[in-house]
């Protein structure tokens, strides 16, 4: 398993579903993400998706039992 590549996609992951739902809640929204916005419901559910499988993947990555 490539630690260094699935830390990092968990943190960026992580990263911009909490910059994500903070900025919704201000009003704003990213320009990248923009096809996500107009669903209602769906919108927060794919945010929270993101915040979490995040931290799940750079959780995952950084304890992982292989030895290398």
Known sequence: MNKPFWSVLG?????????SVIMSMVG????????IYNHGLITVVIQL????GGMIILYVART?????
């Open 28 to 35: 704003l929204n990213f320009t990248f993400m923009g096809f």
């Open 49 to 52: 998706v993101m915040l979490f």
């Open 64 to 68: 992982s039992t292989e030895d290398e």
């Open 11 to 19: 943190f960026v992951l992580f990263a911009i579903g909490t910059l």
